[in-house]
């Protein structure tokens, strides 16, 4: 006959508080699939009473189109004798009273009792994780999702088991196998704080021995102190409670049997850190005094994983929505003009009949020319973006004549400037220089094309080349209108054009794809303007010793 002594008793309150606010289904049935205990959580996913469920076949939880297929499949598990543990990862759908179906993860184990073999099934609904995976993939073709997340709720109330010496037995063995098998961190302390429960889940997730832990250290050992002082102060904000020691701090709220969820984070014994969803309740004796505190810990990793998806996929969302927002807004303004001059220089050049009118010709044929060649520079800069974000530019380095390379642009470029433009240009320095000279040449024509778009007929454009130390530099000068200082904080941003660019044509992207081939090639770029005083770039790169 089995004695019942004080230490048979907590740990009876322990297993039945376990059985009682797992935050996970708990079934228990007899070899021929008969239910013979079903816990609250249970209850509440199917939503049937205790009463309903107790003594029906486990087939009545199971859609019909599966219930044949599961009975074959638990008369193999009852006869299989290699293990009597089956890992989760089954992923199952299961069937509540009002019809509903929803997915479920279900582990299994077994024990014997009176030789007499009994199942116990751990089952969690995985309707959130699901939906999350659901989401993530919705959100990767279609870039509409926003970020959801769900809880499981514990409940908080506390009952005393009175079992005779048979059922103490029973209970102890199935809710052993309960504490043993469980997918989370239990721990269980004295009303002082000294542990005195610590399951195998809590020993491998933080890396101590049940030895090194039970009656011997507080679960303070596992939070951040950090996290310990916010809750301290959300206490006195709350309660206006104020001195309270640390491990009063964990329970308080327990202590006042109010239902706390909070997301905080355990620390390992090696150091390493990971997030948990974390409930604490109270143990209470047969007369409701409180004999210590449970927290129930659920490693949420992979929630907060999916969490940062989800949101990088939403701002990923956001910026692709605002840049065609700004790209349908510059397009449509930018490729109006030229393709209006197109048009009414084509028609023009159609009454021209006469020889006389040849000059008239040649005149819409050039403004047709220009316009297309507008056209195609717009539509450049937008391959050259596409080709930078998409990883496309290889830069291919090699060596040449830097001044040269310079020169022949700048003659290249002086049959587009506005009338009477000048260019001076001026070298200093050694002459060869290791550069993708591609590169290279593109960031020069769009410099040198800036400064002569922002500025006046007549007016001169400098383009300074120089080495000093290990950096070579390369400068261009205007004396056009000038950028104000608010927005030469957003040169090198897409889509952005300066206040007082008005009618000027451009695309809003040549700086940011300037200041990105700079970039690739080591180097750095930099303005110095003022407004209506002209403005000058430099290109400064950073060359490495030969």
């Known amino acids: 006959m089995s004695v019942i002594t004080e230490n048979t008793t907590n740990n009876l309150l322990h297993l039945d508080a376990i059985f009682k606010f797992a935050t996970l289904g708990i079934l228990i049935t007899d070899k021929t699939g008969y239910i013979i205990a079903i816990n609250p959580h249970a209850l509440k996913e199917f939503g049937y009473t205790e009463s309903e469920l107790t003594g029906e076949k486990i087939e009545l939880l199971i859609p019909e189109k599966f219930r044949e297929a599961h009975i ?9 004798r290699d293990s009597n543990f089956m890992g989760p990862g089954k992923c199952l759908y299961a069937l509540r009273k ?30 959130d994780q699901k939906n999350a995976e659901e989401r993530i993939l919705k959100l990767n073709k ?10 499981n709720d514990l409940k908080d109330t506390l009952h005393q088991l009175e079992l005779s010496n048979e059922l103490l037995d029973s209970t102890i063995a199935y809710q052993q196998a309960i504490l043993n098998n469980a997918g989370a961190i239990i721990i269980a302390t004295d009303i002082k704080g000294m542990i005195k ?18 009656n011997r250290k507080k679960p303070l050992l596992f939070h951040d102190a950090d996290e310990i002082e916010l809750k301290r102060k959300d206490l006195f904000n709350e309660f206006g409670i104020v001195e309270l020691n640390d491990f009063d701090v964990l329970v308080e709220k327990a202590k006042r049997n109010i239902h706390d969820e909070q997301q905080c984070t355990f620390i390992t014994k090696d150091g390493s850190s990971f997030p948990v969803s974390l409930t604490i309740t109270s143990i209470k004796d047969s007369n409701g005094i409180i004999i210590g505190f449970m927290g129930i810990a659920i490693d949420i990793s992979s929630r907060k994983k999916i969490e940062r998806e989800l949101i990088q996929s939403l701002e990923k969302e956001k910026e692709l929505g605002e840049l065609k927002s700004r790209f349908v807004s510059m397009a449509s303004h930018e490729f109006r003009t030229p393709l209006s001059t197109v048009l009414s220089s084509a028609y023009l050049i159609e009454k021209y009949n006469d020889t006389a009118d040849q000059p008239k010709r040649e005149k819409h044929l050039q403004r047709i020319i220009s316009s297309v060649e507008m056209l195609t520079g717009i539509l450049n800069d937008f391959l050259n973006l596409g080709k930078i974000e998409e990883g496309k530019i290889q830069v291919k380095f090699s060596q040449f004549n830097f001044p040269e390379l310079i020169r022949g642009i700048i003659n ?12 001076f240009f001026q070298h200093n320095g050694k002459t060869d220089i290791n550069l993708d000279a591609s590169l290279l040449k593109h960031i020069t024509m769009n410099l040198i094309s800036n400064a002569s778009k922002f500025s006046n007929e007549g007016s001169s454009i400098e383009v300074n080349t120089f080495f000093l130390d290990q950096q070579a530099i390369l400068s261009v000068k205007d004396n056009g209108i000038g950028i104000s200082i608010d927005d030469q904080k957003h040169l090198m941003e897409r ?22 081939y700079a970039e690739m090639m080591n180097g750095t770029m930099e303005c110095k303007s003022e407004l209506e005083k002209g403005t000058e770039y430099f290109i400064t790169f950073n060359i490495k010793n030969d």
């Not at 074959?72 to 299989?80: F, G, R, S």
């Not at 290249?412 to 260019?423: A, C, F, T, W, Y």
């Not at 889509?495 to 992207?509: K, P």
């Open 412 to 423: 290249e470029m002086k049959s587009g400037l506005k009338k009477d433009q000048k260019i």
């Open 98 to 127: 009002d019809g509903t179906e929803f997915p479920v993860e279900i582990s299994l184990s077994n024990y014997l009792y009176n030789d007499h073999k009994y199942v116990i099934a751990y089952i969690t609904n995985i309707s």
């Open 142 to 151: 279609e870039l509409e999702l926003k970020v959801g997340e769900s809880t």
């Open 72 to 80: 074959e499949h638990h008369l193999n598990y009852i006869n299989k």
């Open 495 to 516: 889509f952005f054009r300066g206040a007082n660019a008005g009618n000027i044509q451009g695309t809003g992207l040549g700086l940011h794809i300037v200041s990105r």
């Open 197 to 214: 429960l610590f399951n195998p889940e809590a020993a491998a997730r933080l890396g101590y021995t049940e030895s090194e832990i039970i």
